[in-house]
């Protein structure tokens, strides 16, 4: 599935996400936020180069359960799961390098 560009308004269950198997990236932010904007250079350099990462791009705010259920106060939140457990969390990272870090704990290749 690789990098996606959009958040998305249709966010998965928390226990979907849990079940989910694998390397899987959610990350948590708005259309709208600059902060969230100025980091996609970033993440889209490094998943960008793994199809088989999974990445989920989660519509956040008020009223909004799944980041609710992560503990997510800041755009961007990522957080790295491997086999519905999380394993790295990174919030506004602004470089490639903290992203690639956080991608090796879910996926040897990172």
């Not at 996400?17 to 969230?36: I, Y």
């Not at 980091?39 to 705010?61: F, M, N, S, T």
């Not at 909004?64 to 997510?72: A, E, K, Q």
């Not at 790295?88 to 879910?106: D, G, N």
Request: glycine share 10%; aromatic share 6%.
């Amino acid at each position: 599935m690789a990098y996606e560009s959009q958040y998305g308004a249709d966010a998965p269950e928390r226990a979907g996400v849990d079940a989910m198997p694998g390397p899987v990236v959610l990350e948590f932010g708005t259309n709208w936020c600059g902060h969230c904007q100025a980091a996609q250079p970033a993440i889209r350099e490094v998943l960008g180069a793994h199809p088989d990462v999974r990445h989920i791009k989660v519509e956040d705010g008020r009223g909004r359960p799944l980041g609710r259920s992560f503990g997510v106060k800041l755009w961007p939140t990522l957080v790295f799961l491997r086999d519905g457990e999380e394993q790295a969390r990174l919030v506004r990272p602004t470089s490639a390098a903290p992203v690639r870090e956080a991608l090796r704990s879910i996926d040897p290749r990172g």
